[in-house]
């Protein structure tokens, strides 16, 4: 069988990464996030598509980081995603975004078979899973992704301790820095679910044949609270 054609999306963080697969070329774009996301998301499809010479339906799916990470960033992924697969009737493949900082930080020489992917989730804490390589080339999570405190966190790697991948590392590097170095494991601070680690999941997901039904398609939502109360914001601030 051919290698096949995929587009894979991600808007969980304040950038937007795509990337189109046609066997062993990639071709990826990044552009900001945020607010801007749903008017630039699909002109930079068009455009990735017609720099590589494709149409919609030249490919053989669609894929779409379902997350965590920004609840906005998240459900302009999956309806955009949903509603190309479905206008093109195209198979549509949902990406862990942690899975893909795992792959960011294999990318950038991390080593190791295991990756501890943090991802800041603002308020305070963190999305972060624990992943594992597989012998196709993915990763899988070793339990839940969960949304952690700090502390629960580095109590968390302590027991399972591996490399450390994500912007959580700059954001709680007065907790995360120390352990990593305790622990002795390295840290990759700048890993993204960039285009180049979207191609790596994408194609290991086809190969699997990991298709799901566009209408059943869902970002994964792991904080049910999104927003906090005055009387939070200022006991945050009072905090010395």
Known sequence: MSAPRLLALDTATDV???VLVQGEQVL???????????????????????????????LEAIAFGHGPGAFT??????????????????????????????????QQGETGDAVWSVLDARM???????????????????GPVSLYNPAALAEAIERAPAALAGNALVVQAEVLGPLATRLGVATWPAAVPDGAALAV????????????????????????KVAQTTAERAAIRARP
């Open 16 to 18: 937007v990464h795509l």
């Open 28 to 58: 990826v774009r990044a552009l900001p996030g945020g607010a801007q996301a749903s008017a630039s998301l699909l002109p930079a499809i068009r455009g990735l598509l017609v720099q590589g010479g494709l149409a919609l339906r030249d």
């Open 73 to 106: 960033g998240l459900r302009t992924a999956c309806a955009v995603a949903q509603g190309l697969a479905v206008g093109a009737d195209r198979a549509l493949l949902a990406l862990d975004t942690l899975a893909a900082l795992a792959e960011s930080a294999r």
């Open 124 to 142: 305070g804490e963190v999305y972060a899973a624990r992943w594992c390589r597989t012998a196709d080339g993915g990763w899988t999570a070793d």
């Open 201 to 224: 999941l994408a194609r290991v997901a086809y190969g699997r044949g990991a298709w799901i039904d566009p209408a059943l398609a869902l970002p994964l939502y792991v904080r049910d």
